[in-house]
């Protein structure tokens, strides 16, 4: 696979045991941080959203330009933009595309767990693409992420049905919580359409073109 940061199928990674040690001395200082309030309120909401272990009964299905006229929000929230994150972080979305790109990120701490540990980027497109990686501009692609909650063996989903899906470029339908990356502001329009996500993914489904029915990715 070509690319830093693609999804990558590794064995044990070198010096395991010292790589822990570390690890978990960060992990220890971050959730510290956050049991003291330390964080910002900001940063603490965004753990607890990410979080999120609760599957829908119901989504609301989102084209792409709805997706995009989701409000523009700033780096830091005043009183407004705090109402306007909650409302929309507590509705339940569906998106269908492509998936362009399958991405293994390194971002475990926010789970509680080993950095490589993290959740897997489902970079959604409009249109079927010639290839899973291709070419060309990537700022018009919708993000949506599947966390450590949602990750084998509690689904399906692992690594190699996901980059199956991008390598075939089905259509896919996506569904999960809306949340609002403000970490990721500076990607959109070089690898992200927007700071809004599906985060996280709580249902993948797969669509059969001949039978003209979806399929649960179970």
């Given at each position: 696979?070509?690319?830093?940061?693609?999804?990558?199928?590794?064995?044990?990674?070198?010096?395991?045991?010292?790589?822990?040690?570390?690890?978990?001395?960060?992990?220890?200082?971050?959730?510290?941080?956050?049991?003291?309030?330390?964080?910002?309120?900001?940063?603490?909401?965004?753990?607890?959203?990410k979080n999120r272990i609760e599957v829908p009964?119901?989504?609301?299905?989102?084209?792409?330009?709805?997706?995009?006229?989701?409000?523009?929000?700033?780096?830091?929230?005043?009183?407004?933009?705090?109402?306007?994150?909650?409302?929309?972080?507590?509705?339940?979305?569906?998106?269908?595309?492509?998936?362009?790109?399958?991405?293994?990120?390194?971002?475990?701490?926010?789970?509680?767990?080993?950095?490589?540990?993290?959740?897997?980027?489902?970079?959604?497109?409009?249109?079927?693409?010639?290839?899973?990686?291709?070419?060309?501009?990537?700022?018009?692609?919708?993000?949506?992420?599947?966390?450590?909650?949602?990750?084998?063996?509690?689904?399906?989903?692992?690594?190699?049905?996901?980059?199956?899906?991008?390598?075939?470029?089905?259509?896919?339908?996506?569904?999960?919580?809306?949340?609002?990356?403000?970490?990721?502001?500076?990607?959109?329009?070089?690898?992200?359409?927007?700071?809004?996500?599906?985060?996280?993914?709580?249902?993948?489904?797969?669509?059969?073109?001949?039978?003209?029915?979806?399929?649960?990715?179970?």
């Amino acid at each position: 696979m070509r690319g830093s940061g693609r999804l990558e199928m590794r064995g044990t990674p070198p010096a395991r045991r010292c790589a822990r040690a570390v690890v978990g001395l960060v992990l220890s200082g971050v959730l510290l941080l956050a049991s003291c309030g330390i964080l910002s309120p900001q940063y603490r909401y965004l753990l607890e959203v990410k979080n999120r272990i609760e599957v829908p009964a119901v989504y609301q299905p989102l084209t792409f330009a709805q997706f995009l006229a989701l409000p523009v929000l700033p780096l830091g929230y005043e009183d407004g933009d705090w109402e306007a994150v909650r409302a929309h972080t507590a509705r339940a979305v569906s998106m269908e595309g492509y998936i362009a790109e399958v991405r293994r990120v390194r971002d475990g701490w926010n789970y509680g767990l080993l950095p490589w540990k993290g959740d897997v980027h489902l970079h959604l497109r409009d249109q079927p693409q010639r290839q899973c990686f291709p070419d060309g501009p990537r700022g018009g692609q919708l993000v949506t992420e599947v966390t450590p909650h949602f990750q084998p063996p509690k689904t399906g989903w692992s690594d190699e049905a996901l980059w199956d899906l991008c390598q075939r470029q089905v259509r896919v339908r996506i569904s999960g919580w809306l949340l609002h990356d403000f970490q990721h502001l500076d990607g959109a329009g070089r690898w992200r359409a927007s700071a809004w996500e599906i985060h996280p993914v709580t249902k993948i489904e797969v669509w059969d073109p001949g039978r003209q029915v979806w399929h649960v990715l179970p």
